[in-house]
Structure formats: C-alpha cells, structure tokens
C-alpha cells in the first residue's frame, strides 16, 4: 500500500483536494469493483465517461477520486486529485503504486500491425530455451513462465499491466516479451512503464475506426519509440517504408534489420518450403521450422533483439532453430486419408492475407490448389473488406467468403461489403456462406481435392465467434480437425 502523496508524486500538474496522507489499499478503473480504501479513477473512454460514476465509487468505499473534471459537490473525508490527463496521470501511479516493476526486468516490447504475438511468443520461448525464467504479455495468452493467464486485450490497461509486471518480478523472472498495440500507446497503458527495448515489425492499415486516419495510427506507433530511454535499444525493419520514420525522434540506440539491404542485422533467404527455411544470418546458415518471407522478418527481430540483449550469437541461432510457430499463426493440420493441408492463421488485415497466401502459393506443389476460407470483423474498419476479398480472390483458386467475429453488425451486410471487391473474372470461383463452419466443412469436404491446400484466415488461435455481445465457442482448428477426421 502508498500513501496519496507517495503515488502522485510523480505527476507534474495536479490538483490535490482534501489529505493527501491517505493509504491507498488498490487503484481501480471500473466502479463496480470499487472496496473500501479504493482509489477511483475517472476515465474519458470511447463509450463510457468515468466522471459519472464518482458518486457510485465514493458510495461503495473510495477514499480518493482521480479525475479531470471536479465534481461540484464533493464528499467529505475523500481526497480529489485533479489532472490534465487522467489516463496519463494513471499509468504514472500504477507503476508508482507497485514498485515500478518494469525497471526489475528486461521488458521489450514489439509493435507493428503483422508479427507482434508471434515474434513476442517465440522470443519468449527462445530466453526460456537460454535458461531465464520469462514473462510474455500477448493476444494470445499472457504466461509468467509455467503459469499461463488469459488474455483479454492486446496490452492490459495500466494497473493490470503493472500488476502483472510485478508479480513476473516477484517470481523470479528475468526477461519479459510484450505486444503494445496502438491503443495502448494513446491511451497511456504503457505510460510510466521503463522498457530496455522495443522492436517495430511492419506497419499497413489497420484500426481506422479507432485512429480515424492511417497518420493517426503511424504516430501511435511512433509514440511508443519516442517514449523509449536513452539505456534502451530500438529495433526496426528498415525494409518497411516507415521502419525509419518511427525511430526519428527516439533517445534509444538505433539498430536495424533487413533481407533486402545494409542494416545492422542482415538476413538472406536460402529456401522456403513446406518444411521450413534455410537462412543465411550474420554469415550463417540455419535451418528454421517456421514458413515464409513474413517468418524470416519475424526470425530476424528476435535474432536482432536477443543479441541486443546480450546474448551469444550462435548459441541463440542454435535455439531458435528448434522454434516453432505462436498458435493460430500459419498452424498447418493435415488429412491423414488424403493428405488435404489445412492452415489456420490469425491474418485479418489486407497485407496479412497476402502475405500468408503469397507463401502458400510459393511452396505449394505446382498441381495443388489453394481454397481460402476467410471473413472480416464487425464494427473494426470496413474500408478493408473489399479489400480482403479482391487479394484472396487473386491468390487462391477457389473462394469461400463466410463469417468472422460480426459483433454488433449484421453478418450478411458484412459479407455484401467484401462481395463488391470480387473482379468479375472470379465471380465464379467465390461462394458466399454466413454459418463459418458450414463454410470450412464444405471447403474441406466438397472443394478440396486430395493434396490440396485450405486455408482457414482471420481468427487464428481466437476459440470463439462474438455476436451481438454474446462469445460462443468455435475454434476453426477444431472444425478443420472434425472436417479432416483427426
């Protein structure tokens, strides 16, 4: 526990109303779970307004309001602290209020839009293989070594974020591998969190609804390398066309890596097949359990990162080769009947799809065909839609356009927004299934010949379809799993 004065000592403008000498027993953001002791904090959020919850918060026990605004009657024996910011001002006092736990590991954080849970997993996975007890905050799951915890956004908000980070700390651990997503820098998830390092994979459009322009979202992710000190490491893909702009204005050290020019780490692709790649790194050649160009990017963050990290070259080349892929990212199941390939991956973004329909199409067999089964978000950007249609049209011989998660919207509009981006050359080879597993069931069972490739994209290792606010459960690798008879 921190008295009022020790958490908001840090903040540079504030309005401290009432005593500051109170114990603060937690920090809490959602009023309903507001005890005795409490500090409140009064978020501006997208659908709700903390502001109108202070009340409530007081009512079942908070001694303390954190907020922007005010409130013109106030209660007494509770102490107001007035911000600018309150998101801000939160991410300071979380940290403050367990220790600054971020500054007791080696914490690296990747953002980009393709890669970050793969490369944050396997990097993972790589210092485990090294011998250090590591943390791992993903989409996926978050893991503080053995003790896997579930995952329910990107990057947790300030206070679990800072409470996960210190109990990595408390148990034991040395290093820790985080996603942080473009949200989470705007809304100051990560802010007063200390990194030693941060990784950029890729960057195409992505979470318009939120940014509301692609300028919005490229700051955002530049936002996280301005944040980073001047005892950290930047690592960028200096092949993407923004790797150099995101790291204009850092304080950390410059470091970068490619397979098409100079960079501080240089990667060549020998070969890429069904069983892997043979790459050549720093002059060396590995062979790699991992699939395609968008792998060998991947492999080359965390080589670059490990190193960085001060880890021996060849003993990390030596490890990573035994790696193998994040769940839901380019799984590959096969029918031991008929030898059909199915492939599950999470690409629900234009350049994703592409760039996983691009390998396929580089290591398949010159007789196979490629059967996409592939849909799009609700209430996320719609602009894509047609988009994802028109590249899995172009990359696959036949086309099964079905459902993903449509949350508040109405399936079928959806799917009427990806049929406009089908040429018309290809009308022919695209169906259009709302019910997902009928849609892979048929795939598998009715379009596939034996040998053939089906390529399930879009919810990854996601094991549920959200409607109307309501999670049921499916897991397409399941339904490939039944469809394949495995």
């Known amino acids: 526990m921190k008295t009022l004065s020790q958490l908001t000592s840090s903040l540079k403008k504030k309005n401290i109303i009432g005593n500051a000498d109170i114990t603060i027993s937690e920090i809490i953001i959602d009023s309903r779970k507001v005890s005795e002791g409490s500090m409140f904090v009064a978020l501006k959020g997208t659908q709700v307004d ?36 309150a998101s801000e001002a939160l991410g300071y006092m979380a940290s403050e209020f367990y220790d600054n736990p971020s500054k ?94 941060g990784i950029f994979s890729n960057i195409t459009h992505d979470h318009l609804d939120f940014h509301g322009t692609f300028d919005n979202y490229i700051k955002a992710k530049k936002g996280f390398f301005d944040a980073l000190p001047k005892t950290a490491f930047a690592l960028t893909n200096i092949d993407d066309r923004r790797g150099g702009v995101m790291l204009q204005n850092t304080k950390a050290s410059i470091n970068t890596y490619s397979l098409e020019t100079l960079a501080t780490v240089k990667g060549r692709i020998i070969s890429d097949s069904i069983y892997g790649l043979q790459m ?20 080359m963050a965390i080589y670059g990162a490990a190193v960085l990290l001060g880890e021996d070259k060849n003993e990390v080349l030596v490890q990573m080769s035994a790696l193998q892929t994040a769940p839901g990212r380019f799984e590959q199941i096969v029918s031991v009947k008929d030898q059909k390939v199915g492939i599950v991956d999470y690409a ?5 799809l592409e760039n996983v329909l691009k390998t396929i199409n580089q290591i398949k067999d010159g007789n196979q065909q490629i059967i996409t089964v592939v849909g799009c978000g609700g209430n ?75 390529l399930v994209a879009g919810k990854g290792h996601e094991n549920y379809q959200e409607i109307k606010g309501v999670k049921y459960h499916f897991d397409d690798k399941e339904i490939l799993a039944e469809a394949f008879g495995v």
């Open 50 to 85: 903390g502001h109108t919850f202070i009340a409530k918060a007081i009512e079942m026990g908070a001694k303390s309001i954190l907020c922007e605004d005010l409130p013109e009657n106030k209660a007494d024996n509770v102490a107001y602290i007035q911000v600018p910011d």
């Open 104 to 197: 007791k590991l080696k914490l690296v954080g990747i953002t980009g839009t393709n890669g970050k849970t793969t490369t944050v997993t396997l990097l993972f996975r790589l210092f485990r293989a090294l011998g250090y007890r590591c943390g791992l905050i993903s989409t996926v799951q978050n893991q503080i070594d053995d003790d896997v915890i579930p995952s329910t956004h990107t990057t947790p908000d300030a206070v679990n974020l800072n409470k996960l980070l210190a109990e990595m700390a408390q148990t034991g651990c040395t290093h820790a591998f985080m996603e942080v997503s473009s949200h989470a820098v705007v809304q100051h998830r990560i802010t007063g969190v200390t990194f030693s390092g």
């Open 280 to 299: 050549e790194i720093d002059n060396q050649d590995i062979h790699f359990q991992l699939i395609g160009t968008f792998n060998a990017y991947n492999l």
């Open 348 to 352: 629900h973004t234009p350049d994703a």
């Open 380 to 454: 996320r950007d719609a602009t894509k839609r047609p988009i994802m249609a028109k590249i899995a049209c172009e990359l696959s011989n036949k086309v099964i356009l079905t459902s993903d998660n449509p949350r508040n919207e109405d399936p079928a509009e959806i799917l009427e927004q990806m049929r406009k981006g089908i040429p018309p050359i290809d009308f022919k080879k695209t169906k259009i299934i709302e019910d997902r597993k009928e849609a892979i069931l048929l795939a598998v069972r009715e379009l596939a010949d034996a040998g053939d490739i089906i």
